[in-house]
Protein backbone atom coordinates (compact mmCIF):
# COMPACT_ATOMS: atom_id res chain seq x y z
CA UNK A 1 0.00 0.00 0.00
CA UNK A 2 1.46 3.50 -0.87
CA UNK A 3 0.88 5.71 1.96
CA UNK A 4 0.80 10.01 1.70
CA UNK A 5 1.85 11.83 4.41
CA UNK A 6 0.53 15.45 5.83
CA UNK A 7 3.12 16.58 8.39
CA UNK A 8 2.60 19.59 9.72
CA UNK A 9 6.62 20.45 8.96
CA UNK A 10 8.14 19.98 5.68
CA UNK A 11 4.80 19.45 3.84
CA UNK A 12 3.99 19.08 0.36
CA UNK A 13 4.30 22.60 -0.06
CA UNK A 14 6.74 23.60 1.86
CA UNK A 15 9.05 21.45 -0.14
CA UNK A 16 7.83 22.87 -3.45
CA UNK A 17 8.49 26.46 -2.24
CA UNK A 18 11.88 24.98 -1.47
CA UNK A 19 12.35 23.96 -5.19
CA UNK A 20 14.18 26.18 -7.28
CA UNK A 21 12.90 27.49 -10.20
CA UNK A 22 14.99 25.12 -12.53
CA UNK A 23 13.90 22.01 -11.19
CA UNK A 24 13.08 19.51 -13.53
CA UNK A 25 11.61 17.05 -10.95
CA UNK A 26 11.22 16.13 -6.94
CA UNK A 27 11.10 12.24 -6.01
CA UNK A 28 8.56 12.64 -2.76
CA UNK A 29 9.87 8.89 -1.70
CA UNK A 30 13.17 7.84 -1.34
CA UNK A 31 14.54 4.51 -0.88
CA UNK A 32 16.20 3.82 2.59
CA UNK A 33 18.90 2.04 1.64
CA UNK A 34 20.12 4.77 -0.17
CA UNK A 35 20.45 7.25 3.35
CA UNK A 36 24.41 6.54 2.93
CA UNK A 37 24.90 8.13 -0.53
CA UNK A 38 23.53 11.70 0.98
CA UNK A 39 25.73 14.05 1.56
CA UNK A 40 25.41 17.97 3.27
CA UNK A 41 26.55 19.30 -0.26
CA UNK A 42 23.56 18.58 -1.58
CA UNK A 43 21.35 20.18 0.38
CA UNK A 44 19.31 22.88 -1.07
CA UNK A 45 16.77 24.05 1.73
CA UNK A 46 15.92 22.60 4.71
CA UNK A 47 13.92 19.84 3.58
CA UNK A 48 14.87 19.21 0.34
CA UNK A 49 18.45 18.30 -1.28
CA UNK A 50 19.56 17.33 -5.16
CA UNK A 51 18.76 14.12 -5.80
CA UNK A 52 21.71 11.64 -4.27
CA UNK A 53 19.65 7.76 -5.04
CA UNK A 54 19.88 5.70 -7.70
CA UNK A 55 16.47 4.93 -7.72
CA UNK A 56 13.24 5.24 -6.41
CA UNK A 57 9.90 6.49 -9.42
CA UNK A 58 7.18 5.76 -6.59
CA UNK A 59 5.35 8.87 -6.55
CA UNK A 60 7.25 11.72 -8.64
CA UNK A 61 6.26 15.63 -9.01
CA UNK A 62 7.45 17.26 -12.91
CA UNK A 63 7.99 20.44 -14.05
CA UNK A 64 6.72 21.84 -17.25
CA UNK A 65 10.14 22.24 -18.23
CA UNK A 66 11.64 19.06 -16.75
CA UNK A 67 9.05 16.92 -18.83
CA UNK A 68 9.95 18.76 -22.03
CA UNK A 69 13.83 18.08 -20.93
CA UNK A 70 13.08 14.29 -20.23
CA UNK A 71 11.18 13.94 -23.57
CA UNK A 72 14.54 15.52 -25.77
CA UNK A 73 16.66 12.73 -23.44
CA UNK A 74 14.87 10.03 -24.51
CA UNK A 75 14.84 10.95 -27.74
CA UNK A 76 18.52 11.42 -27.92
CA UNK A 77 18.89 8.71 -26.29
CA UNK A 78 16.32 6.11 -26.34
CA UNK A 79 15.02 3.56 -23.40
CA UNK A 80 17.96 2.77 -21.77
CA UNK A 81 17.18 1.21 -18.85
CA UNK A 82 14.63 1.65 -16.08
CA UNK A 83 12.96 4.75 -16.15
CA UNK A 84 13.75 5.49 -12.12
CA UNK A 85 16.77 4.44 -12.85
CA UNK A 86 17.73 6.64 -15.94
CA UNK A 87 16.48 9.65 -14.36
CA UNK A 88 18.73 9.54 -11.53
CA UNK A 89 21.74 8.74 -13.90
CA UNK A 90 20.89 12.21 -15.83
CA UNK A 91 20.24 13.96 -12.40
CA UNK A 92 23.56 12.47 -11.78
CA UNK A 93 25.75 13.52 -14.44
CA UNK A 94 24.03 17.45 -14.71
CA UNK A 95 21.58 16.98 -17.32
CA UNK A 96 18.27 16.96 -15.21
CA UNK A 97 17.60 18.61 -12.05
CA UNK A 98 16.63 16.41 -9.66
CA UNK A 99 15.35 16.76 -6.03
CA UNK A 100 14.10 14.70 -2.91
CA UNK A 101 13.62 14.91 0.64
CA UNK A 102 16.58 14.72 2.58
CA UNK A 103 17.13 11.61 4.48
CA UNK A 104 15.93 12.94 8.11
CA UNK A 105 13.16 13.81 6.64
CA UNK A 106 10.44 11.88 6.26
CA UNK A 107 8.70 10.79 3.28
CA UNK A 108 6.25 12.43 1.68
CA UNK A 109 4.73 8.85 0.24
CA UNK A 110 6.11 5.31 1.84
CA UNK A 111 5.54 1.72 0.94
CA UNK A 112 4.66 -0.04 3.95
CA UNK A 113 6.35 -2.97 2.76
CA UNK A 114 3.81 -5.78 2.47
CA UNK A 115 3.37 -4.62 -1.45
CA UNK A 116 4.01 -7.44 -3.83
CA UNK A 117 6.05 -5.89 -6.35
CA UNK A 118 7.01 -7.57 -9.97
CA UNK A 119 8.06 -4.03 -11.19
CA UNK A 120 11.26 -5.37 -12.52
CA UNK A 121 8.94 -7.95 -15.05
CA UNK A 122 6.58 -5.51 -16.74
CA UNK A 123 6.69 -2.64 -19.31
CA UNK A 124 5.74 -0.18 -16.61
CA UNK A 125 8.10 1.73 -17.83
CA UNK A 126 6.58 2.20 -21.47
CA UNK A 127 3.14 2.79 -19.09
CA UNK A 128 5.30 5.59 -17.62
CA UNK A 129 5.95 7.37 -20.62
CA UNK A 130 2.66 6.97 -22.43
CA UNK A 131 1.36 9.15 -18.80
CA UNK A 132 3.79 11.62 -19.38
CA UNK A 133 5.25 12.48 -22.95
CA UNK A 134 1.38 12.95 -24.48
CA UNK A 135 0.92 15.40 -21.95
CA UNK A 136 4.31 17.58 -23.08
CA UNK A 137 3.54 20.49 -24.21
CA UNK A 138 -0.30 20.81 -22.89
CA UNK A 139 -0.39 23.97 -20.77
CA UNK A 140 -1.04 22.16 -16.84
CA UNK A 141 0.53 18.87 -16.16
CA UNK A 142 -1.23 16.91 -14.22
CA UNK A 143 -2.65 13.89 -13.02
CA UNK A 144 -2.89 11.43 -15.92
CA UNK A 145 -6.75 11.23 -17.72
CA UNK A 146 -8.69 8.27 -17.54
CA UNK A 147 -7.52 5.73 -19.53
CA UNK A 148 -3.98 7.06 -19.83
CA UNK A 149 -2.52 4.06 -17.41
Not at 31 to 41: A, G, I, K, N, V
Not at 101 to 123: C, F, H, M, N, W
Amino acid sequence: MLCYTTTSNGSFDARVNELPEDFDFFSLFVPRDSDHLYTTEKSAGWFVCKTYQRYGGVSMYYSKKGAEKIQGLLERDGITGQYDDTLYEYSKNGELNGYCSKPSIQDLVYITGAEESIVQETDLCMKMLVIVLPVVGQKNIGSPRAGDA
